[in-house]
């Protein structure tokens, strides 16, 4: 039976029973044994729940005769820690808590949590002996409290605390611009406070052995230090860095199996890598300099289809990724001119600066939405990543889509209406110019005139590569930024290989002057020439493509953008007559 791409599937156990792909990161549970009150953070989609259930199918006493087959093909399989499948494990998920009145919410709070209370002391009512009084009408803390109490030193199987996603239902407040509630969810004698009183309270006692929370922001957490002030962030810390998401090495691993298992050609796989790394890879959450790590639920996303068709499905962003659009208008929508400023910025110039003592500081809600913040927001929520010690960035394709995505809803500008036919004009003849002057006139004839201030090259090519996307992306796919041994090319248009433009690369070179930068060149845009520096600086990147692929037809193009005031477009090495596209 082959193995599977479990998309969306984050129950540990579930994986290893349906056969499914895994990344074996079980190495961090020895790791996670030496810190105590974990609270790690990372944004959506990242595999959080899944680490959740892995630790969960570790130490919990119920999985003790399922040892071998869940972990013995692993790392930690093969080295066991003494604590494995010893604990009672009392996993909660607060995503599942609605929002509401605070009433709403502590009533659903309190059933999230006294359900899985029922259930363990169900299931584990061999260890428990005499199992604690539980009554379903009573809070999830009095409920908890009778647990704990049942645990005394000379009882074995202490307590193993798992909270997933624990600052959901409290984000969807803050997002909300619901300060009141927010404020008496996290009063002193609010039943969320008290709640996580008690696990330290327990973890003082030992009847809790520990506590492990996930969660995508540090608001709620700074907002509870009084209840829970035993917390061990270890978020930023170099050794968990990896913990989840996927590193380079792990990815072609599990490329090489999937290319084995589903035998798909390998004369596929440099461009196949080439997709998902410009795609879904880029993120680093502690040293700019570091290996980079892929969004391992995105990455999936094409897997399956890889696994499914042998080929990479038409459009390469996950729609589930389109849910992040949200988070941006709510985070920046109090003030719509500071959101204009900031998706602006980032679109023109995919930098934004960032003050790194907020990142590693406690804050709380009151400056969740200063302009100054936005950046550390977005970090937190997966959509800006460490360029270097002074600036975030966009991680990849796929953010830099969502991105000018909102520039343009932003802007008002029309990306859906007037582009068939110069599209359908590119597909029969791969004219660039004409491709590019429609670009020119359908779309940048949009931008107000106080977006010009800001543009530079990054901003055509990246809303150019945009709109072709919306359009091409049945036949190509792109490389933005692609390094060579003499450089980065811009933007590259990469026919897939299992269409018709099949081993054709255009490689096109940027160069933008301001308004004022070009009448120092004292020439009208009609007569400007080609500068022959550009032509030398692309061919040193041409070599390096030549090099890693020798099957490529290459043409190379390079496009000038004056200003607002308009363009020229140089095909400085059309594809050869022999190369032209099939009909």
Sequence with gaps: MKKRILYGEANYAAIVRENGYFVDKTAYIEKLESVKNTVFLRPRRFGKSLLCTMLESYYSVLYKDNFEELFGHTWIGKNPTPLHNTLLVLHLDFSTIETGELEVMEKSFNHTVNLKLKGLIRNCHAWLKNSPPFDPEASATANLQSLLDHFSPDRPHPLYVIIDEYDNFANQLITGHKDLLYKQL??????????????????????????????????????????FNIATFITLEPEFENMIGFTQSEVNLLLDDIYRDYDIHPDTRNEIQDVIKNQYNGYHFIDPEGEA???????????????????????????????????????????????????????????????????????????????????????????????????????????????????????????????????????????????????????????????????????????????????????????????????????????????????????????????????????????????????????????????????????????????????????????????????
């Excluded at 609010?190 to 995508?216: D, M, S």
Aim: glycine share 6%; proline share 4%; aromatic share 16%.
């Design 186 to 227: 996290m009063a002193d004698d609010g039943f969320l406070k008290t709640f996580f009183k008690l696990l330290k309270e327990g973890r003082k006692t030992g009847a809790i052995h520990n506590v492990f929370i996930t969660g995508v922001l540090p608001v709620t957490m700074d907002e509870l230090a009084s209840g």
């Design 293 to 583: 790590v892929y969004n391992s639920t995105i990455l999936q996303y094409f897997l399956r289809w890889l696994c499914e068709y042998k080929t990479m499905p038409k459009h390469l962003t996950d729609m589930n990724l389109k849910t992040d659009i949200l988070w941006i208008k709510r985070i920046t929508g109090s003030n719509p001119e500071l959101t204009e400023d900031f998706v602006t910025r980032l679109t023109t110039q995919n930098s934004i600066d960032y003050d790194d003592t907020l990142l590693t500081q406690k804050f709380n809600m009151s400056q969740f939405f200063e302009k100054g913040f936005f950046p550390i927001s977005f970090f937190y929520l997966g959509m800006l990543t460490r360029k270097n010690d002074f600036s975030l960035t966009l991680p990849n394709l796929n953010m830099k889509r969502i991105f000018v995505e909102y520039f343009n809803e932003l802007h008002r500008i029309d990306v859906s209406t007037g582009y068939g036919d110069m599209m359908q004009h590119f597909v029969k003849t791969l004219d660039l110019k004409a491709l590019f002057a429609g670009y020119w006139q359908e779309y940048v004839s949009q931008l107000p005139e106080a977006v010009f201030t800001q543009v530079n090259e990054n901003f055509y090519r990246t809303t150019f590569y945009e709109l072709c996307s919306r359009y091409l992306s049945r036949w190509f796919t792109w490389n933005v930024e692609r390094s060579y041994p003499k450089g980065r090319t811009d933007l590259e248009f990469v026919g897939k290989f299992n269409e018709c433009f099949a081993g054709i690369r255009m490689v096109i070179e940027f160069k933008y002057f301001s308004n004022a930068a070009f009448k120092k060149f004292n020439t009208s845009i009609e007569n400007f020439t080609l500068i022959p520096e550009d032509t030398e600086q692309m061919a040193g990147y041409v070599e390096g493509l030549q090099k890693e692929y020798p099957e490529a037809r290459v043409s190379q193009h390079v496009i000038y953008c004056f200003g607002n005031g308009g363009f020229r477009v140089f095909d400085t090495a059309p594809l050869p007559a022999s190369n032209e596209p099939k009909s």
